[in-house]
């Protein structure tokens, strides 16, 4: 990643990002699953760990892995590094999961798949990719069912799209510490 360091366990309002997408994951799913192949360093956080079934394939090998493990038909799927998460977005997200492989918001900035719902028939495109060593992660929607959660429905609980805010640069940092000032107080 482009920060040098494991993105999860940087602070933000006090607290390990990691941290505050555990919280805003339990008030929403039966299970939290850590998809890592480093589960010394998560240990103390309590959660189930799975390792990644495809190690190196980035996101798409982890969101498969989680997947995989998933005890429920679908899972909601969050990257490490989204300290804004929304409960009521992805409550919202839930809802709107049924008859449907693929629940994900579309805005301005684009489709969002690391702050989506999958569901277990996405496993088998998903492994094609792998095996074909195609790492984009939307390249399966055409094969299953999507819901996109468009840009208007997205604003109504969350009207700043902070829920798919990630930290990729030193800047975001400083500005989502300086927000988490405004938001957690």
Same mark, same amino acid.
């Given at each position: 990643?482009?920060?040098?360091?494991?993105?999860?366990?940087?602070?933000?309002?006090?607290?390990?990002?990691?941290?505050?997408?555990?919280?805003?994951?339990?008030?929403?799913?039966?299970?939290?699953?850590?998809?890592?192949?480093?589960?010394?360093?998560?240990?103390?956080?309590?959660?189930?760990? /799975? *390792?990644?079934?495809?190690? @190196?394939?980035?996101? =798409?090998?982890? $969101? !498969? &892995?989680?997947?995989?493990?998933?005890?429920?038909?679908?899972?909601?799927?969050?990257?490490?590094?989204?300290?804004?998460?929304?409960?009521?977005?992805?409550?919202?997200?839930?809802?709107?999961?049924?008859?449907?492989?693929?629940? /994900? *918001?579309?805005?301005?900035? @684009?489709?969002?798949? =690391?702050?989506? $719902? !999958? &569901?277990?028939?996405?496993?088998?495109?998903?492994?094609?990719?792998?095996?074909?060593?195609?790492?984009?992660?939307?390249?399966?929607?055409?094969?299953?069912?999507?819901?996109?959660?468009?840009?208007?429905?997205?604003?109504?609980?969350?009207?700043?799209?902070?829920?798919?805010?990630?930290?990729?640069?030193?800047?975001?940092?400083?500005?989502?510490?300086?927000?988490?000032?405004?938001?957690?107080?």
């Amino acid at each position: 990643n482009r920060m040098g360091v494991n993105k999860a366990f940087l602070e933000i309002g006090g607290r390990p990002i990691i941290e505050r997408v555990i919280e805003q994951m339990a008030l929403v799913g039966q299970e939290v699953i850590l998809v890592t192949n480093a589960p010394q360093e998560y240990e103390h956080l309590g959660c189930p760990m /799975v *390792p990644d079934v495809f190690p @190196g394939r980035g996101s =798409l090998g982890g $969101i !498969y &892995s989680g997947l995989r493990a998933a005890s429920n038909q679908y899972a909601l799927v969050v990257a490490c590094d989204m300290p804004f998460l929304n409960a009521s977005l992805l409550r919202y997200m839930i809802l709107m999961s049924w008859g449907y492989d693929i629940v /994900v *918001p579309r805005t301005g900035q @684009g489709v969002e798949p =690391l702050h989506a $719902i !999958y &569901s277990k028939a996405c496993l088998i495109p998903m492994e094609e990719l792998l095996r074909q060593n195609n790492l984009k992660i939307i390249s399966f929607y055409s094969r299953v069912r999507v819901r996109y959660l468009e840009q208007e429905e997205v604003e109504i609980l969350d009207h700043r799209h902070l829920s798919f805010f990630n930290i990729n640069l030193p800047d975001d940092l400083e500005w989502a510490r300086r927000l988490a000032v405004e938001i957690d107080s």
